[in-house]
């Protein structure tokens, strides 16, 4: 009777362990797939709204994944949770500087001609990255920002 007590026990434990799921802790760049996004303060529907955004295409940093929940951190370094089906793997990235004005260049190359003059928060679709600067489109338009005058950029 022990026997069987122990082996019911040791059975109950091991599946029951097996079922938990854990938080797989990972590091790559997506965006926001819709106009409206809530940020949750745990990674489910019954844990509240810490805030939203309310742009499409934003970047943000996976930082950690559970169920089907991201852990996301923002251009300010907020972080917070969204379901995994209200961001894409298609990237983008975001004008995002010290300096009031961020510079749009037709080649890799501060003195080639200069597209658009641009400000801060603006969305540019990433095409590539090679050394520290990035191929982007905005408008139509492809051109190369300085990498350190973007988030959404892996860092090398």
Known sequence: MKIIFTLMLFFGF??????????????????????????RS??????????????KNLPIKVISEYDNWCEIE????SRGWIAQNLITKK??????????????YTKKDANSRKIYHLENFIIAEYLKCEGSWCQVKINDKKGYILS????????T
Do not use: C
């Not at 489910?44 to 742009?55: D, L, Q, R, V, W």
């Not at 990235?93 to 510079?103: A, D, Q």
């Not at 005058?149 to 860092?155: A, I, T």
């Open 42 to 55: 745990g990674p489910g529907a019954n844990y509240p709204i810490k805030h939203s955004f309310k742009i």
């Open 91 to 104: 990237r983008f990235l975001l004008t995002y500087s010290k300096n009031k004005i961020i510079e749009f």
């Open 74 to 77: 923002d251009y300010e370094g």
């Open 148 to 155: 350190s005058e973007l988030f959404g950029v892996d860092e």
């Open 14 to 39: 091991w599946s029951s362990s097996n079922a938990t799921q854990q938080i797989q802790e990972v590091n790559y760049f997506a965006s926001l797939r819709s106009n409206e996004t809530n940020v």
